[in-house]
C-alpha cells in the first residue's frame, strides 16, 4: 500500500531525495558545532586568548550560517516535495474517480470521496513532510548519540538496550488502540460531510419546514461522535510521550546511580558521566520528535488506506480490450434487457426489454410514475451496464465501444438537469468547445431559450449560479437541451426534459431540432401525449416492463394505457386542444 | 465566484492578532477551570523537567566528589537522592500525561464546539448566502478549517507556556550572573521575535491562502460529483480533470509557499541561537580577558551553558508556531462565517394553535386545525388574530440584485380558502412571488400582508410553519422513507405517514420498495425516479397539513394519470384553505379560483378560468395554443 502510494512523489522525488540529505549534512554539522564551542571554551576563554576566541568564533559562524542555509533550504525542498507529492495524490484520485461508474461511486459515496480527496490527503501531506526531514534528524542524531555513549562506557550504555523492548511494547500497545479508533473517527468525517452536504442542498426545504433545529440535532449527533472518538484516539496517543519520558528518566537515574559508582571506583571520570548525561539528552530529544512523526504516521496510515481504497477500485464501465472507434448509425436494439441498480436478478427494474429502433427514428416513450422510462434510456450511454441481455448501437454492442466514442454520438438530456458554476457560454460548451458565438445563438434559439438569455444584461456571458440556481426549471431545461444539441449526436435522448417548458414551446423546440438535427435517432421521453404523438413509434412503459410499441394512431386503438393518459389529458384541457 | 473573492480580500485584511484574542477567548471560556489546573501540572512537569537537567550536577558535586577516594563509600546518600529524583520524575511524568489528556479534552470539545455553532449559524443565513457560495467550499469549513485547530489547541498552548516558564527561568538566572551579557541575549532574542514575526506574517498569509484554495477545490469536487451524470454524458471527465488540475496547483502553490516558510522557521531560529552563542562567548571572552565589568572566565563559561539551555524553549516555539499560524489561517475562515449576518428576523406575532370557544380564540398546545396569530403587546397583554390565509401584495416591486429588478409593481390578493395559480412563461417571476412570501427573500418596495399583518412582523419560524412548500427542486435527506415523509411534521404517527403517503398517491411505489417504509434512501434518493421524489415532496408537505400551501412545479415530473389523483388528494386535505400552485400545464391550474397571469415580473391578467377565457386575452391565447410562453 505504502509502495502504491508513494509512486505519487513522481517529478518530486529529486526534492524528496534532497531534502534528507540536506537534512543529514544539517545534522553533522549540529554535531560538530557542540565540540567546537567545547573546544573555544577549553582553548579560548579557560586561557584568555582572545586570538583562539576569534578564531574560532569565526569558525562557528560560519557553521552556524551553513547550517541555517541547509537547515532554511531542507525545509524549502520539504515544502516543495510534499505539497507536490500531495498534488499528484489528489491529481490522482480525481482522474481515478472520473473513471468510475455510477455503482463505484455509490459505493464510497459523494461526501466520503470528498473527504479522502482533502483532509486524508492534507494527513498523508503533513506525515510525509515531517518524515522526509525528522525522520532523518532523528535517528541520526539517536544513532550519534548512542555511538558516542557506546564510546564513552560500553557497560552504562548498555542501560539504553534495556528500555528498548520496553519502549516498543509501550508504543505498539498505542498504536493497537488508536489505529482502529481513527478508522472510525475518518468514517465519522464521511458522515459529518453528508449532513452538511444534504443540508446545504436541501437548505430551502430546511428553511421552509422550520427543520433549522431537526438538522442541528442531526449535525449535534454526528459532531458529538467525532469528539467522542477523537478524544478517545487522542487521549490513547498522549500515552506516547509519557511512555518515553519514563524510559528515558529510568536511563537517566540509572546512568546517575550506577555511573556515580564507576566514578566513585575511578572506572569512569567525573566528565565522561557528564557527556553520557548530555547524549542522554539529546536521546531524549531525537526520540521526542520521533514520538511526534509517530502520530502523524497514526493518523497518515488511516489516511492512507482510505486513499489507496480509492485507487484500487476497478472501475466496473471498462473498455473492451479492441473497442470500437465508430458508430455506424443511431439504430439502437434491446434484446432481451434486463437490469437492476443493485445487480440483483430479483430487483429487476427492466424486464425482458426488447425493442428494435431504426436510425433517425424519433421515438417518444410514455408512462407512469416509476415505470422505468428513465432506466431504459440510461443503458444506451452506458450510464449503467445491463444485468442481463444486451443493448446494440449501430449494430454492436454498447459494452464493445470505446466509452468516450459512444457517448460522443449518444446525446442525453437529464431529467435532474445540471448546470455548473460560470457563464451561460461556458455550460454551453460542454456540448462543444469549438462552438462558435453564431452556433451558440443557434442552438438557443431551436432551444427556444434564446429570448430569455437576451433579456439577461449579460447575455450569453451571464454567471449561472451553483446547480442552476438563479435560473427557473424552464429556464435551465432549455439550457440543457441546447448544451446537448451542439453535440450533433447520432442519438439524442431527452428524459423528461420540457417538463417544465409549456406546450407551444416544447413543440417549437422539437420542430426546430428536426432542422437542427435531422437523421438523428431522437428519444422523448414525456408526460404529455403532445409531445410524443407525432413521433415516429411511442414505446408505453408499465411497471418495467415495456407494454407496446407503435404509432400514435396504432396505440389509440389499441393500447388502453395509451388511451387512459390520452383521455384524461384530453378531457377538459385546452392546451391540447389544437 | 466574485463573491467569494471579496471575501479572500476580508480575510487577509483581518487582524491576526484580534483572531487569536477570539480563538482563545472560545478556548478559556468553557474551561476555566481546566485551565488552571493545566497550568498548575504543566509547572510539575517544567520543574520535574529542570530538576532533571541539574541533577547531575548534584550527584556529583554532593554525592560523588566527597566520596572519591575514600575506601568504604557509603551510597545510602546517593540511593536517597536517587529515589527522590525519580518521585519528581515519577510527578513530572504524571503532570504531563494528565495535562496532554486535559488539553485532548479542551481541544476536542473546542472544535465540536466551533462546529455546532458554526452550524448553527449556517442554518441561520439568508438563502442569498447559500446562492452565492459554493457548498463544497461551505463544507470545508467544518473539515479542513477546523481540523487546524487541533494541534494548536492540544499542543501548541500548553507546550508555549511550558516554553515561557523554561524561558524566563533561564532569564531570570542569566542575570544574577552578567547584566550586560544578558542585555546581549536579550537584544539578540528580540532580533529572533522580529525574524519570527516576519516568516510567520508571510507563512500566514499563504496558509491563509491555502484554506481558501483547498475550500474551493473541496467546492469544485462537490459540484462534479454532484453533476456527474452529465460530466459523463458529455465525456467531460478531460476539461474536468484540467480544470481540477488547475485548482489543485493552486492549492499546491500556496501549500509549499505557506509550508516553505514554516519549515524554514525551526533552522533559522537554532542557527540564530548558536551565532548568539558566539557572540556571548567573544564579548565575554574578551570582557574577561580585559575585566571589564568584572567578569570572570568562570562567569562567562555558565552563563555559555546557560544560554544553551534556551535552546529548548526556542526549538519548541518555533515548532509550535507554524500550528497556531495555520490555526489562524483556518479560525479566520471560521470567524467570517460566523460573522455573515443572519436573516434578519424582527418579527414578534407568532403562528398557535387555537380552539373557538364562544367566539374566543383560545390558545391550545394540541393540534387543533385551526390557527391563529398571536400578537403581544407592549403593555403584557397578548391578542389573537385567526389565520384565514389571506394573503395580499401592494405594489411590490423586488430584485434579487439591486440594478435588476424582476417583479414590478405587483398587487395580489388571495382571499382566504382560494386556489390562486400563477401562469405565465419561465422566469416571469412566479416562483420569485412565493419566494418572498415565505420571505427567502424580502421585498424593497410595496407591502406584503398575510392576514392583514405585515409579514415581515411575524417571526420567521411561524410565518414558514404556516406555509407548506412542494418546491421545483426535491431534495430528500439521507434516511428511511419514513423519516423523509415524517419530516414535514416530526411528531406525526406512523398511521400519519400511511395517510400522507396515500394521499400523495405515492403508496404504489412504496409498497414495491424492498422495505417499504423502512427503505433508506441516500444521496438524495438516487435510486428513486424524479416522479417518485416529487411524489414523496408532497406526502412531506401533506403529512404537515399546513393552512396555507405554495405548489411550485411540484408534479411536473408526475405522469398526468397520477397527477390527476395527486391533485384530488390535495385538494381534499387543502380544502377551505388557501392555496398557492405554479404550473406550466394549464390543465393543473384550471379549477383555481383565480388565475394570475404573469410576464416580465408583471401580472398581466387575473380572473378566473372562464372570466379570463372571456376576456379573450392572453390566458385565453395560451389556452388556445394561439400563443406562446416564452
Known amino acids: 500500500m505504502l509502495k502504491k502510494i508513494l509512486q505519487n512523489v513522481g517529478e518530486y522525488k529529486k526534492e524528496s531525495i534532497i531534502t534528507p540529505i540536506l537534512v543529514a549534512s544539517e545534522v553533522a554539522i549540529d554535531m560538530v558545532i557542540p565540540l567546537v564551542m567545547a573546544l573555544m571554551i577549553d582553548r579560548g576563554i579557560e586561557t584568555g586568548d582572545t586570538q583562539a576566541i576569534l578564531r574560532y568564533g569565526v569558525v562557528l559562524f560560519i557553521l552556524a550560517i551553513i547550517a541555517l542555509v541547509l537547515g532554511g533550504l531542507s525545509g524549502r525542498f520539504a515544502a516543495i516535495a510534499s505539497a507536490g507529492f500531495a498534488k499528484n495524490l489528489r491529481d490522482k484520485l480525481f482522474i481515478r474517480i472520473q473513471s468510475f461508474s455510477f455503482s463505484n461511486i455509490d459505493q464510497f459515496s459523494t461526501s466520503s470521496l470528498i473527504t479522502r480527496l482533502t483532509t486524508d490527503v ?105 469528539y467522542k472518538s477523537f478524544s478517545r484516539a487522542q487521549s490513547i496517543v498522549a500515552f506516547n510521550g509519557p511512555i518515553l519520558q519514563s524510559a528515558i528518566y529510568a536511563c537517566m537515574l540509572l546512568i546517575s546511580w550506577l555511573g556515580a559508582k564507576l566514578v566513585v571506583s575511578s572506572s569512569l571520570t567525573t566528565g565522561e558521566l557528564v557527556s553520557m548525561f548530555t547524549y542522554t539528552m539529546q536521546i531524549l530529544m531525537s526520540l521526542n520528535m520521533l514520538s511526534m512523526v509517530f502520530v502523524m504516521m497514526i493518523i497518515a496510515r488511516t489516511s492512507a488506506e482510505r486513499i489507496s481504497q480509492v485507487l484500487d477500485e476497478e472501475s466496473d464501465l471498462k473498455n473492451n480490450d479492441a473497442p470500437l472507434y465508430d458508430v455506424p448509425d443511431g439504430s439502437v436494439v434491446f434484446s432481451d434487457v434486463c437490469f437492476s441498480y443493485a445487480g440483483d436478478e430479483n430487483k429487476l427494474a427492466l424486464k425482458h426489454a426488447n425493442m428494435s429502433i431504426e436510425s433517425g427514428e424519433v421515438i417518444g416513450i410514455i408512462g407512469g410514475t416509476g415505470s422505468s422510462k428513465t432506466s431504459l434510456v440510461q443503458l444506451i450511454p452506458r450510464l449503467y451496464d445491463v444485468t442481463m441481455g444486451s443493448v446494440k448501437v449501430g449494430g454492436h454492442d454498447v ?95 431527452l428524459d423528461d426534459s420540457t417538463s417544465a417548458v409549456d406546450t407551444k414551446t416544447d413543440r417549437l423546440i422539437r420542430a426546430g431540432m428536426q432542422k437542427e438535427i435531422p437523421g438523428t435517432t431522437t428519444f422523448i421521453i414525456a408526460q404529455r401525449v403532445t409531445s410524443v404523438e407525432d413521433a415516429d413509434r411511442i414505446i408505453v412503459m408499465d411497471k418495467g416492463l415495456i407494454n407496446a410499441i407503435g404509432t400514435h394512431e396504432e396505440l389509440l386503438s389499441e393500447n388502453t394505457i395509451y388511451q387512459e393518459v390520452f383521455d384524461s389529458q384530453r378531457k377538459g384541457f385546452g392546451e391540447e386542444n389544437v | 465566484m466574485s463573491k467569494e473573492n471579496k471575501n479572500n480580500k476580508t480575510l487577509s485584511t483581518r487582524r491576526p492578532l484580534k483572531t487569536l484574542q477570539r480563538l482563545l477567548a472560545y478556548v478559556f471560556k468553557d474551561y476555566k477551570l481546566y485551565l488552571v489546573i493545566v497550568l498548575v501540572l504543566i509547572l510539575l512537569s517544567t520543574y520535574a523537567n529542570v530538576r ?103 499542543q501548541s498552548i500548553p507546550n508555549l507556556i511550558a516554553a515561557a516558564v523554561s524561558f524566563v527561568s533561564v532569564f531570570a538566572a542569566m542575570f544574577t550572573i552578567s547584566v550586560p551579557l544578558t542585555l546581549i541575549v536579550i537584544l539578540s532574542v528580540s532580533l529572533m521575535i522580529f525574524t519570527l514575526r516576519y516568516i510567520s506574517g508571510k507563512s ?128 479566520n475562515r471560521i470567524f467570517c462565517l460566523l460573522d455573515e449576518e443572519p436573516e434578519t428576523n424582527h418579527g414578534y406575532v407568532t403562528l398557535v394553535n387555537v380552539t373557538k370557544e364562544e367566539g374566543q380564540l383560545v390558545e391550545s398546545e394540541k393540534r387543533t386545525g385551526t390557527w391563529a396569530w398571536k400578537h403581544p403587546h407592549e403593555d403584557g397583554s397578548v391578542s389573537y388574530t385567526e389565520l384565514t390565509g389571506d394573503v395580499r401584495f401592494k405594489n411590490v416591486s423586488f430584485g434579487y440584485d439591486d440594478n435588476h429588478r424582476v417583479l414590478h409593481d405587483i398587487n395580489l390578493y388571495a382571499e382566504p380558502g382560494q386556489k390562486v395559480a400563477f401562469v405565465g412563461a419561465t422566469g416571469a417571476g412566479k416562483t420569485t412571488i412565493t419566494n418572498l412570501i415565505n420571505r427567502f427573500y424580502d421585498i424593497q418596495e410595496g407591502k406584503i400582508r398575510y392576514d392583514d399583518i405585515n409579514v415581515k412582523k411575524i417571526k420567521k419560524e411561524s410565518l414558514r410553519r404556516s406555509l ?28 400519519d405517514v400511511i395517510y400522507a403517503a396515500r394521499l400523495a398517491n405515492a403508496e404504489d411505489f412504496i409498497h414495491n420498495l ?71 400545464r394549464l390543465s393543473t391550474i384550471q379549477n383555481s379560483d383565480v388565475i394570475m397571469v404573469m410576464d416580465h415580473g408583471r401580472i398581466i391578467e387575473r380572473g378566473t378560468h372562464d372570466d379570463l377565457l372571456a376576456e379573450k386575452g392572453t390566458y385565453y391565447q395560451l389556452y388556445t395554443g394561439k400563443i406562446e410562453l416564452s
Not at chain 1, 518524515?131 to 542501560?159: D, H, T, Y
Not at chain 1, 454567471?463 to 424552464?474: D, E, T
Not at chain 2, 467546492?219 to 454532484?226: A, L, T, V
Request: charged share 20%; proline share 3%; aromatic share 8%.
Open chain 2, 468 to 495: 407548506g412548500v412542494v418546491l421545483q427542486d426535491t431534495h430528500l435527506f439521507t434516511g428511511t422513507i419514513r423519516e423523509n415523509i415524517r419530516y414535514g411534521n416530526l411528531s406525526a404517527s406512523d398511521e
Open chain 2, 204 to 331: 500566514g498569509k499563504f496558509f491563509s491562502k491555502q484554506q481558501q484554495d483547498l475550500g474551493n477545490v473541496n467546492g469544485y469536487i462537490e459540484e462534479m460529483m454532484h453533476g456527474q451524470k452529465v460530466v459523463k454524458i458529455f465525456n467531460h471527465e478531460p476539461q474536468v480533470i484540467e480544470e481540477f488540475t488547475s485548482l489543485n496547483e493552486a492549492l499546491r502553490e500556496s501549500a509549499t509557499q505557506a509550508n516553505k516558510y514554516a519549515n524554514s522557521l525551526m533552522p533559522i531560529m537554532m542557527n540564530l541561537l548558536n551565532v548568539q552563542y558566539v557572540l556571548l562567548a567573544v564579548i565575554g571572552g574578551l570582557f574577561s580577558v580585559y575585566g571589564v565589568s568584572g567578569l570572570t572566565i568562570g562567569m562567562v563559561a555558565a552563563f555559555l551553558q546557560l544560554s544553551r539551555s534556551l535552546n529548548m524553549p526556542i526549538n519548541q516555539i518555533s515548532q509550535q508556531i507554524n500550528f497556531v499560524i495555520m490555526a489562524l489561517a483556518g479560525a
Open chain 1, 399 to 493: 459494452r464493445d465501444y470505446d466509452l468516450k466514442t459512444l457517448r460522443d454520438q449518444v446525446g442525453m438530456v437529464l431529467q435532474k438537469n445540471t448546470l455548473f458554476r460560470g457563464t451561460i457560454k461556458d455550460n454551453l460548451r460542454w456540448g462543444n468547445e469549438e462552438a462558435t458565438d453564431e452556433d451558440l445563438i443557434r442552438v438557443c434559439k431551436v432551444s427556444q431559450a434564446d429570448d430569455f438569455i437576451q433579456e439577461f444584461p449579460d447575455k450569453c456571458d451571464a454567471m449561472v449560479a451553483q446547480g442552476g440556481n438563479n435560473l427557473s426549471g424552464g429556464q435551465k431545461q432549455r439550457l440543457c437541451i441546447a448544451r446537448a444539441l451542439l453535440k450533433k449526436p447520432k442519438i439524442l435522448i
Open chain 1, 122 to 226: 492534507t494527513n498523508v501531506q503533513n506525515a510525509y513532510q515531517v518524515s522526509i526531514r525528522l525522520l532523518v534528524r532523528s535517528p541520526l542524531n539517536f544513532v550519534f548519540s548512542l555511538i558516542m555513549a557506546f564510546s564513552i562506557n560500553k557497560e552504562l550504555s548498555l542501560i539504553y538496550l534495556a528500555v528498548v523492548p520496553f519502549l516498543v511494547i509501550g508504543l505498539g500497545v498505542v498504536i493497537y488502540f488508536a489505529h482502529p479508533i481513527f478508522v472510525k473517527v475518518f468514517r465519522i468525517y464521511d458522515r459529518l460531510n453528508n449532513v452538511v452536504q444534504e443540508n446545504l442542498q436541501g437548505i430551502r426545504v430546511v428553511k421552509s419546514y422550520v427543520r433549522e433545529k431537526h438538522e442541528e440535532s442531526k449535525f449535534k449527533k454526528v459532531s458529538e461522535d467525532i
Open chain 2, 52 to 154: 532533571g537537567s541539574l541533577f547531575l550536577q548534584v550527584v556529583i558535586d554532593d554525592h560523588i566528589a566527597p566520596m572519591i577516594g575514600q575506601s568504604n563509600p557509603n551510597f545510602s546518600n546517593l540511593l536517597k537522592a536517587v529515589m527522590t529524583m525519580g518521585l519528581i520524575y515519577a510527578v513530572g511524568i504524571i503532570a504531563g500525561l494528565l495535562y496532554n489528556l486535559i488539553m485532548v479534552k479542551i481541544s476536542e470539545g473546542t472544535q465540536k464546539k466551533i462546529r455546532d455553532e458554526m452550524f448553527t449559524h449556517l442554518d441561520s443565513l439568508p438563502i442569498a448566502y447559500f446562492d452565492s457560495h459554493s457548498d463544497g467550499n461551505i463544507m470545508s469549513y467544518f473539515t479542513n478549517d477546523t481540523d487546524t485547530l487541533r494541534q494548536m489547541i492540544s
Open chain 2, 514 to 584: 424492498p422495505e417499504k417504509y423502512d427503505t433508506v434512501i441516500t444521496g438524495d434518493g438516487e435510486g428513486l425516479s424524479q416522479g417518485q421524489r416529487q411524489l414523496l415532496a408532497i406526502a412531506r408537505a401533506a403529512i404537515a397539513d399546513p393552512p396555507v400551501m405554495i405548489l411550485d412545479e411540484a408534479t411536473s415530473s408526475i405522469d398526468t394519470r397520477t397527477e390527476k389523483l395527486v391533485q384530488a388528494g390535495m385538494d381534499r386535505l387543502m380544502h377551505g384553505r388557501t392555496v398557492f400552485v405554479i404550473a406550466h
